[in-house]
């Protein structure tokens, strides 16, 4: 009694105590023995398994070679047909103990230019049989059904296996091979693609239920005291008909009561104790006892499938009603037979046993499809009123619903009459709204040809006073007009020009200006020294050492120039050399070194500082990144520091007896020139930083105007002393590795201008700007006071207004504006050159604002006179003509603007 045990769910072992033999067992078995192909499908949990490991051991016993292949070891889901039937291939090789003999792998690249069927094909027929010269093969292939969950069609597998059994009349050795199909299907499933011959092979075994003949295997299990076991097996067979899973499960469920409890079962009360242990155990709460799963899966089988699930309720349901259903090849039998919910009895159905009956009965199929249906209240509310309760039918969007639901769905009766009658109602419903439609369109249609004829009408009317209307208005504004213009324009641009919208467009014209003027002469008083690309790559070193800048120094005092600036930050050592530098630094003292004094400082050479010979090498920057001013000093802890190139000027000038003189506001004379400080609205300037003491640059030009000579040629002493005697020697790197560049007015793609300028030559441009306009009266860029350049803005805009108030043609008018505008631009260009920055964008849109302005407010008077007229004439018009009259306002508003409907509505009122 030890080894014996119940199988509840999974496969019996083939010498397991508890294996019931049934009719099929022989049948399969003889059919096998004798060749057949035979196909065991049925309902899950009817011992197609067991039966297959029993047969298969007792062949082998017999001498057989026999494969068994489960396709759900394979799988089924994301795999490929290369996967399949390879992994197909492996099972057979592996359960024939092949797999040593035969070097799978080899043998399969061998078949690369062959299909996958025909490796398969060819596995039989050369390896199979080749392997087995004498033996009886038999292939069992279980769960068959897992084919239909593949996402590639498999009819030829099937075909292959039709293949092998008509090649039996051509080859007598594929009479050696025999197939068993085991699976939950029908033959019909097999091959899906219609249009091939069907799986119509073999021999079909069919699988009963256990009978009280040949149970005793399982009552073998059971010793209960003073009780009658074969009763008890009576009154399981009674329950579960012989259904091998049930019958099993509730075996094992009365002899573990039974040993747990201490009571004896008393003779004759065995019905009324296993109908206890059924309800109990079984059927109350049968969906959370249902372990192993079994009639969870009959619930699932039949309700997966939409689109037959109410089908199959209602034939279910008719079966429980008593109704004979016959048996047909419909899926929705088909499937109910697949669930194993029902059997085929003489070709009639009837549910399996009473354990179905009782958990599956009509309150369950009832609850199903009435959540099956979206329109289940509705259904059973039409049928409780013998379907003559037409408010219960569905309409509208609940009906387009349903029917999009019952798409492809295989409905109950009822189900069909219900919506037969919802569509009816729908068709009458709608006719009847038609022959209203059509009543109301007819009186439409007369409406709608006496509104027809009244705008015809209204329109004549409207058109007949727009027209006379638009003859007899005249307007000709008076000359306050154009000074109330004027005002505003003007007074809007000037707002606008202290607010900064103008202030870019005015860098850039300036930048215009600065391109346009003609190039002057290279300067003679100014000469760089360029460190150069070609200095760097021949030396490979930057910055050079203080050995080699003290030599250039060296030769470059030795032609005795009146300054030399050295635009190099050297505020560490750069050895080798470093004592000869500082040396070289003292017994000059017209050499000007660097600092940066804004922003993060960078000091001077020490020996520069104490000997205050030290310029400042900053510069100031525009918001769009741009030097247009130059910083020429700054003061920091009680000490002035200059410009660079301020210091290189004075010291020049120094030489000529020219020294600054200090005037009131801030104002300086040197020489023939007077320097303004910058301020922060200077010029086209709104609240720049005006920190320090700084100029409006007056460029002299680009590198190109100003001579240059590379430090190479210093060093070798290919210069002529003359190119540097009484000149400023500004040193400083123009190479682009270096970037030690600027966006400058001339940095533009406009006119071929270099993009970017070195800072040498900045410096270069600022020492120019001082000695040019000392020496020579070139003048500074200067700036009109604020109250002469709104005075300019406001004759700009009064000259707009003027000349739109004496010139009503629109063409002349665009084409004198535009020749304005072209003088305003020369009048500030020749004013650049003078060296004065005056606006030229306020102005120039203040004169095309004012010059198109007053033409605006003049159509404006004329469209409310002209309007006013309009509405007048039609009131006259219309009168006794009160609808046409009304569209004829109508159509009017329509046209006009929300402000002129107001005004509109303004004259009728008066008029009433």
């Known amino acids: 009694m030890n080894c014996y045990r119940y199988q509840v769910g999974g496969s019996l072992e083939s010498n397991a105590l508890s294996y019931v033999e049934r009719a099929c067992d022989g049948e399969l078995y003889t059919a096998l023995k004798r060749g057949e192909f035979c196909y065991v499908l049925n309902s899950r949990q009817m011992g197609k398994s067991s039966l297959l490991v029993r047969t298969s051991h007792r062949l082998r016993q017999e001498g057989f070679k026999c494969s068994v292949v489960d396709l759900t070891n394979i799988g089924s889901e994301n795999i490929t047909p290369l996967q399949w039937y390879k992994g197909l291939v492996t099972d057979l090789l592996s359960g024939l103990k092949l797999s040593q003999k035969i070097n799978f792998r080899a043998w399969w690249q061998e078949q690369e230019d062959i299909s996958l069927l025909q490796k398969l094909s060819r596995f039989i027929a050369e390896v199979l049989l080749v392997e087995f010269k004498q033996e009886q093969i038999v292939i069992f292939i279980d769960e068959i059904d897992s084919i239909l969950t593949l996402n590639f069609p498999v009819d030829d597998f099937f075909a292959l296996i039709r293949f092998c059994y008509n090649q039996r009349a051509v080859n007598s050795e594929y009479n050696r091979l025999t197939f068993a199909i085991f699976g939950v299907a029908t ?141 047909d090849d419909s899926r929705e039998t088909i499937e109910l037979l697949l669930s194993g919910l029902v059997v085929n009895s003489q070709g009639k159905f009837k549910v399996k046993n009473l354990i179905y009956q009782e958990v599956f009965d009509l309150a369950w199929v009832t609850r199903q499809i009435e959540h099956l249906r979206p329109y289940a209240q509705n259904l059973k509310a039409w049928i409780v009123s013998n379907q003559k309760d037409s ?110 919208f103008f202030q870019g467009m005015e860098w850039a ?158 104002r300086i004379q040197i020489g023939k020139a007077l320097i303004v400080p910058f301020e922060s609205n200077f010029g086209g300037y709104v609240g720049a930083d005006a920190g320090g003491y700084q100029i409006l640059l007056n460029y ?110 629109l063409k002349l008018l665009v084409v004198i504006t535009t020749a304005m505008g072209g003088t305003l631009t020369i009048i500030a260009y020749l004013a650049f050159l003078l060296g004065w920055w005056i606006p030229i964008i306020p102005p120039l849109v203040g004169l095309i604002v004012a010059a198109f302005s007053l033409p605006i407010v003049i159509a404006k008077q004329l469209e409310i006179i002209q309007l006013s007229q309009t509405v007048k004439l039609l009131i006259a018009f219309t009168e006794g003509q009160s609808t046409a009259g009304q569209i004829a306002i109508e159509y009017l508003k329509q046209a006009e603007s929300k402000e002129n409907q107001i005004l509109i509505d303004k004259i009728l009122r008066e008029k009433s």
């Open 700 to 809: 002299y030009g680009t590198q190109k105007q100003f001579q240059a000579i590379s430090i190479t040629d210093v060093l070798e002493k290919k210069v002529h002393p003359d190119a540097v005697r009484n000149r400023i020697v500004l040193i400083g790197a123009t190479a682009e590795s270096i970037n030690d560049f600027f966006q400058t007015p001339y940095s533009s793609k406009v006119f071929d201008n270099p993009q970017q300028m070195p800072g040498v030559v900045v410096h270069a441009n600022i020492a120019s700007q001082i000695l040019n306009g000392a020496l020579d009266g070139r003048p500074m860029l200067q700036v009109w006071s604020p109250g002469v350049e709104w005075m300019w803005i406001l004759l700009s805009c009064g000259v707009g207004t003027t000349l739109s108030w004496y010139f009503q043609s």
């Open 391 to 500: 408010s219960y039918l569905l309409r509208g969007t609940a009906l387009e619903t349903a029917l999009a639901w019952s798409y492809n769905k295989k409905l109950t009766d009822q189900d069909y009459r219900f919506l037969s009658a919802s569509q009816e109602l729908a068709k009458r419903e709608i006719e009847k709204d038609l022959a209203l439609e059509k009543q109301a369109r007819q009186i439409e249609q007369e409406k709608s040809q006496f509104a027809l004829e009244s705008a015809k009408l209204a329109q004549h009317f409207l058109a007949q006073a727009r027209k006379i209307a638009k003859k007899n208005a005249q307007l000709r504004l008076g000359k306050r007009w154009v000074g109330l213009i004027t005002l505003i324009v003007a007074s809007a641009v000037i707002i606008l020009r202290l607010a900064g």
């Open 187 to 327: 033959p019909s499933d097999l091959i899906q693609d219609k249009r091939r011959t069907p799986f119509n092979i073999g021999k079909s075994i069919h699988l009963e239920g256990f009978i009280l003949d040949n149970i005793q295997p399982l009552a073998d299990g059971l010793i209960i005291k003073d009780s009658d076991t074969k009763e008890i097996m009576r009154q399981v067979l009674k329950w579960t008909n012989g259904q091998p899973f049930l019958t099993h499960k509730l075996c094992q469920l009365i002899f573990d009561l039974y040993q747990s409890q201490t009571s004896e079962i008393p003779s004759g009360q065995e019905a009324i104790w296993v109908e206890s242990i059924v309800k109990k155990y079984i059927i109350n709460r049968w969906e959370f006892q249902d372990e192993p799963q079994h009639l969870r899966t009959i619930r699932d089988r039949i309700l997966l499938n939409e689109e037959i699930a109410a089908r199959n309720l209602e034939i279910y349901q008719a079966i429980l009603l008593g109704e004979d259903i016959i048996s």
């Open 509 to 666: 014209m300036l930048d215009r200006f600065f391109q346009a003027r003609p190039s002057a002469k290279i300067d003679p008083r100014i000469v760089i020294v360029a460190i150069d690309e070609l200095h760097i790559q021949k030396t490979g070193q930057y910055p050079m050492s203080d050995m080699v800048l003290a030599q250039a120094l060296q030769t470059l005092k030795s032609y005795n120039p009146k300054a030399i600036g050295l635009d190099l930050y050297r505020d560490l050592p750069v050895e080798p050399g470093s004592e000869e530098l500082t040396q070289l630094y003292k017994t000059t003292p017209n050499l000007i070194g660097v600092e940066k004094g804004v922003g993060s400082p960078i000091a001077p050479p020490p020996v520069l500082a104490e000997l205050q010979q030290v310029g400042l090498a900053d510069q100031v920057l525009d918001g769009d990144g741009k030097v247009r001013r130059a910083l020429l000093s700054i003061r920091r802890n009680g000490k002035l520091s200059l410009n660079l190139g301020l210091r290189l000027a004075l010291s020049y000038l120094e030489t000529q007896g020219i020294t600054p003189k200090y005037l009131p506001n801030n």
